[in-house]
């Protein structure tokens, strides 16, 4: 049998099981918060009679707020070692690869809080899984809330674009077979 | 090299029930959260007039008729499902998130060992094409309006689900024949 070597060949050992189990938290959370939030704004505008939004907004602000928190806690353990792959000698896809991570860290903190600030400059209350009360930090200001709502739809359009990029990547490794997807299934 | 195809092909399911999963997970979730929002008896159908305030309206940056018919588009849902559909739809919805994540599990299954995981993948993937004929099937019976939104992308879960389970149950059987 005769061995060819992958142009693409990822770091082999595993990654750890909190990365491996948060990676596919975040991955169902930002689906669904994508393909909630599109069928949301449908929904007719709040007013004393019409509450249809008052539970997906609050469900959107609390998996947002979970899903910044995931973030944060994926970057801090997976930083040092993108930043050490990137200062090494490699082929210009594993550059990509590291730039792609990086940036999706950066653009999902980025649609979070922009939908944070939003959310508090809009004066609507948000309640951690309705039970803890998240503070504004702000009174209402309309201006600011459809500046940072904007903030928010463009940084999430680019994450789209971004999400896509890293899904026809994994699919180019599970073809090419070369140990990557197989790192982000293995929870021993 | 027989080996090397196997694993590749492995790879590969694993990824494609993974992605397809995580966005029926997502869908399955919403059309449960849209049946507990949307219920027979609140606003839009007791027939409030839609409220739109100018500053609401700048800041979701739509016109008056777009907010107006939002009203409309909740009562098209309302007056277009029959009495059984809601608790139908809330049935499915949950049985399709329970048969998603144990579709999710087998593409773990997959990827750390073998050869059962992939009678349980098969197994998944007959029960998420089932639950998706349940749903055209239902979707056939309910009013045009709500009709037209639910058919076509039910059928290309259908079609997804049937090539996912034909792609398994052909590799299982080249795999039988390798070993």
Known sequence: ?188 | MKNEIAKANVSWLAIIIMLFGLLLLASHSNELLKQKVIGPGSSADLGFAADCRADELEEEQLSLEECQLMVSNVRIILSSSPQWYRSYQLTLSSLGIAATLFSLVTAFSLINRQSPELRLAIVSSALLLIIDVAGFVAAVNIGPLLRAQYLWPLLLWICIHLCMLVALIRFGQQSAMDS
Request: hydrophobic share 50%; glycine share 4%; net charge negative.
């Open chain 1, 1 to 188: 049998m005769s061995e060819t070597k992958n142009p693409v060949e990822p770091e082999s050992e595993n990654l750890p099981r909190l990365v491996v189990l948060l990676h596919w938290l975040l991955a169902a959370s930002v689906f669904f918060l994508f393909i909630s939030s599109w069928w949301m704004l449908s929904l007719p505008l709040p007013s004393a009679e019409f509450t249809y939004r008052e539970l997906p907004f609050q469900l959107h602000k609390n998996i947002g707020i979970t899903v910044f928190i995931v973030v944060i806690t994926m970057a801090a353990m997976r930083v040092r070692a993108l930043l050490r792959e990137a200062s090494s000698p490699q082929g210009w896809l594993q550059r990509l690869a590291v730039v792609d991570h990086l940036l999706l860290y950066t653009l999902l903190t980025v649609c979070c809080l922009s939908g944070y600030m939003s959310s508090s400059y809009s004066g609507w209350s948000t309640t951690l899984w309705w039970l803890v009360d998240i503070p504004s930090m702000t009174a209402e200001n309309d201006d600011l809330n459809i500046l940072f709502s904007d903030v928010h739809l463009w940084s999430c359009w680019a994450l789209l674009g971004l999400l896509l990029l890293h899904i026809g990547a994994a699919i180019y490794h599970g073809i090419g077979n070369d140990g990557a997807i197989d790192k982000m299934f293995r929870l021993r």
